[in-house]
């Protein structure tokens, strides 16, 4: 090589390390979203965000799974049922739920039974929906390091059922099995959700939002994502609820009261932040007078927030969102655009 063709070559090298982002190649981002409801029923709001973002895959719960109080076996909880058929355009990955506390109290024989009625359970949901076959199959469960034994147990015998053998398991990952990886364990599977949300005390009195807090995020993500040795999907939130107190402590979550309901001034006084308190007895909420209610939701700024954050630790040239979930009210929050925002911060 020449003296003139050497210099060439430095200089476009030192043109690239000085001007690193023009030299990167982005990465590939999926969008996907969960369907967390009983009844699968095609929206056009919801569809259109399916066509829109060039949907492939749609995590659909199909179960979750809890002891018999009487029996004190595992059974079906509250499965979804189709109305319509998915589109063909889209994939479906079963999810199913696991209480955590049946597995302090489950045998090894009775693992293997739960493992292979999910399998066929899973396979016959999958044929209800029009699909002759699935991919992938996720598990969601807050194990713990007491439970942890049990649980990867049973992901592992789902590896071996004729229905699920050679299909990729993956298993959601909440925020303090990531931190505590060596109380939590590693997961015997293929791929992780990480769920960045529901990562505060929800039953907890306050101002506080329990859904989604950055500062409470880097509390658990950092070097603890970007050395995770199973390859990690993403998980954020798109979903808002009420939280209810009486005399300072937690009642519940109540599904019917909407934000437009809390800033009606006949019905609810404003206290301050995200805080609200019962005006008078509102029995159609469940509400006595003084009832308060704190108001969680996700604004567009933290969901961007979250993206830049996570894009520094996610070492993949392939990241796949999922949003939790489809859902035409909850959607109403976010436009399009708002959302390419958030999946142009993780390139």
């Known amino acids: 090589m020449t003296r003139i063709n050497l210099k060439y070559l430095f200089l476009v090298l030192g043109s690239c390390l000085l001007s690193l982002p023009s030299c990167h190649h982005p990465r590939q981002v999926n969008t996907s979203f969960y369907y ?27 179960m979750d799974v809890g002891l018999d109080s009487g029996e004190n076996d595992p059974v079906p909880v509250s499965p979804v049922t189709f109305a319509n058929r998915l589109p063909d355009s889209v994939e479906i990955v079963p999810v199913v739920f696991l209480e955590n506390a049946m597995f302090k109290s489950l045998s090894e024989s009775q693992l293997q039974t739960l493992s292979e009625h999910i399998a066929h359970y899973v396979t016959s949901k999958v044929k209800q929906a029009g699909k002759t076959t699935f991919k992938e199959l996720q598990i969601d469960c807050d194990w713990t390091a007491s439970t942890r034994k049990n649980y990867f147990y049973l992901l592992q015998q789902l590896t ?29 599977v293929n791929r992780v959700m990480l769920m960045c949300y529901n990562m505060g005390n929800l039953r907890q009195y306050g101002n506080q939002n329990s859904i989604l807090e950055i500062s ?7 070097d603890n994502i970007s050395s995770y040795p199973l390859p990690v999907d993403v998980g954020l ?18 599904k019917r009261i909407k934000y437009v309901d809390l800033i009606n001034k006949n019905q609810f006084i404003f206290i301050g932040n995200n805080v609200y ?3 008078k007895d509102l029995p159609e909420f469940g509400l006595n007078e003084a009832d308060e209610v704190r108001w969680e939701d996700v604004s567009v700024p933290d969901l961007q927030q979250t993206a830049g954050y996570l894009s520094r630790f996610l070492k993949h040239d392939t990241i796949n969102i999922i949003y939790f979930h489809l859902d035409e009210d909850a959607l109403k929050s976010y436009t399009y655009r708002d959302l390419e925002k958030v999946d142009d911060l993780l390139h």
């Open 36 to 62: 967390w409801k009983t009844v699968y029923k095609q929206n056009p709001a919801e569809t259109g965000y399916l066509q829109h973002f060039k949907v492939h895959k749609l995590y659909v719960r199909i």
């Open 160 to 188: 071996y059922e004729p229905e699920t053998k050679g299909k990729t398991i993956s298993a959601t990952l909440r925020l303090h099995q990531l931190k505590n990886r060596k109380g939590s364990g590693i997961p015997p």
């Open 216 to 222: 409470e995020l880097k509390k658990y993500l950092g």
């Open 277 to 279: 308190k019962a005006a």
């Open 237 to 254: 939130p798109l979903f808002k609820w009420a939280v209810a107190f009486r005399n300072k402590e937690y009642a519940g979550i109540s």
